[in-house]
């Protein structure tokens, strides 16, 4: 995604409405400014209006004086996606993980268990850990220059409105707008193996080291969580991270487990 191309649009559109105000531009200015939007990320998700009954301030002017149509609420969609690439994304942690709160609470899976790990600052430093591992891979990195070579205006992301659409693009690998950006995402990534800048084999390496760090950390954060980080050799992470009959008894076991030793402390 051209970072710089997304922003200078968004500007010129709003230059050409509003001809009057003054604008200041700066890209990483620009993009900091955007990321302050991250912790309301369901609302410019949803497209709420309430979004703007806060100054939103951007390129020097405040968003929420002007008249918000389907072109302010696209770029802002747009910018904050870009902005999200721009710099050093190994620093964007924090912005990430609020951002993910924000957009899983607000799917309606506010009280499951992946919602507790996310709200529970115990779980931030192994969070931490797993994204750091996640962008040192040459996989990662590989997958982020690319990312950088896609326009995401001609991907109809626009279409997709709430948390259940984009859960739903997801989990189905036919949905059209997933179809056509990985699509785009295989092709280039085929270009870049032709070149020699990374291996299949090498790939595969990663994926599956990716992997096992996920278990790993993903177990010790639930076992932490059901009070039993001192017995994973009893409650691996593989059963701590399923949703298998058997893992979920073992969890309601481990629950209890826990229940009974702090009425017991």
């Known amino acids: 995604m051209d970072t710089a ?14 001809p009057d105000l003054s604008y200041t531009y700066d890209l990483d200015t620009a993009a900091k400014d955007v990321e302050s939007f991250y912790p309301a990320a369901l609302q410019i998700l949803q497209k ?50 609020q951002t ?42 590989i997958v982020m220059e690319i990312m950088e070579q896609i326009d995401l205006t001609k991907m109809d ?37 032709k070149r020699g800048s990374i291996t299949q084999s090498k790939m595969m390496e990663e994926v599956e080291a990716i992997k096992a760090k996920i278990q790993s950390l993903f177990g010790n954060i639930m076992g932490e969580a059901l009070g039993v980080a001192g017995r994973r050799a009893d409650v691996p992470a593989a059963i701590l991270t399923s949703n298998s009959p058997e893992a979920r008894r073992q969890r309601m076991i481990a629950r209890l487990q826990r229940k009974r030793n702090e009425k017991n402390a």
């Open 100 to 141: 993910a709160k924000s957009v899983w609470s607000g799917s309606g899976h506010e009280n499951d268990e992946i919602a507790r790990i996310l709200n529970d600052d115990a779980s931030e430093d192994h969070l931490q850990s797993l994204y750091t591992f996640i962008m040192e891979t040459r996989t990662v990195k």
């Open 5 to 18: 191309s997304v922003f200078e649009v968004f500007l010129a559109d709003l230059k050409s409405k509003y």
């Open 48 to 97: 709420d209006k309430a979004f703007f009954d806060v100054e939103r301030r951007v390129f020097g002017i405040n968003l929420s004086e002007l008249t918000i149509d389907d072109d302010i609420w696209k770029h802002v969609q747009f910018a904050a996606i870009a902005s999200f690439f721009h710099g050093d994304i190994k620093t964007k942690f924090g912005t990430i993980l």
């Open 157 to 193: 992301i626009g279409n997709i409105e709430t948390p259940e659409q984009l859960m739903d693009m997801i989990r189905n690998p036919e949905h059209p707008v997933l179809k056509k950006f990985i699509t785009k995402v295989r092709g280039l990534l085929e270009e870049k193996m």
